[in-house]
T-cell receptor
Framework: GAGVSQTPSNKVTEKGKYVELRCDPISGHTALYWYRQSLGQGPEFLIYFQGTGAADDSGLPNDRFFAVRPEGSVSTLKIQRTERGDSAVYLC??????????FGPGTRLLVL | DAKTTQPNSMESNEEEPVHLPCNHSTISGTDYIHWYRQLPSQGPEYVIHGLTSNVNNRMASLAIAEDRKSSTLILHRATLRDAAVYYCILRDGGAYNFNKFYFGSGTKLNVKP
């Protein structure tokens, strides 16, 4: 079956611009997670949704970062006024029962 | 979140077994031990998980110490495709506890032909 998909696969933007990253979870998965991975590091948790609501957003680094999941399926991670330090791979994962998270391939964001 | 400690890197020869250790001395009674791996330029993928008893699946085996303060992921015959970063993660609670994962830095496994 189809796995988690993320678009775009790569995104290059300029400092100060706004970007949106999209995640399509596995159908029927109620939980959706966003992680950020810097070069040479393990993924770091950003936010997770249970259905449409953000159940835990404790990992969002500041108020420039925001995520939505309006219909309980697709999610969008939004970054305002991007900074060079935001450059990383942004990973999305989904889960049906909470035991196993299935990850997408990630979006590679480069802020120039 | 309870933390795990893993060696930064390990090396193995192809076709030989690999034992990847993980220390989790502050593990609580409700923490499950999960292993994920991340191949180059891909997202992490599930390998195996367990609570108290040793576990086997088609990818690997998980050996859990009796006091649960450490565990070992065993790849029975390493292949070049097993070269990846392996993460040992503790997850609190049961199947319906949708907790985030704390990944740490993992162990980078290099497999030599």
């Amino acid at each position: 079956g189809a796995g988690v998909s993320q678009t775009p696969s790569n995104k290059v933007t300029e400092k100060g611009k706004y970007v949106e990253l999209r995640c399509d979870p596995i159908s029927g998965h109620t939980a959706l997670y966003w992680y950020r991975q810097s070069l040479g590091q393990g993924p770091e948790f950003l936010i997770y949704f249970q259905g449409t609501g953000a159940a835990d957003d404790s990992g969002l680094p500041n108020d420039r970062f925001f995520a939505v999941r309006p219909e309980g399926s697709v999610s969008t991670l939004k970054i305002q006024r991007t900074e060079r330090g935001d450059s990383a791979v942004y990973l999305c994962a989904s889960s049906r029962r909470g035991e196993t998270q299935y990850f997408g391939p990630g979006t590679r964001l480069l802020v120039l | 979140d309870a933390k795990t400690t893993q060696p930064n890197s390990m090396e193995s020869n192809e076709e030989e077994p690999v034992h990847l250790p993980c220390n989790h001395s502050t593990i609580s009674g409700t923490d499950y031990i999960h292993w994920y791996r991340q191949l180059p330029s891909q997202g992490p993928e599930y390998v195996i998980h367990g609570l108290t008893s040793n576990v086997n699946n088609r990818m690997a085996s998980l050996a859990i110490a009796e006091d649960r303060k450490s565990s070992t992921l065993i790849l029975h015959r390493a292949t070049l495709r097993d070269a990846a970063v392996y993460y040992c993660i503790l997850r609190d609670g049961g199947a319906y506890n949708f907790n985030k994962f704390y990944f740490g830095s993992g162990t980078k496994l290099n497999v030599k032909p």
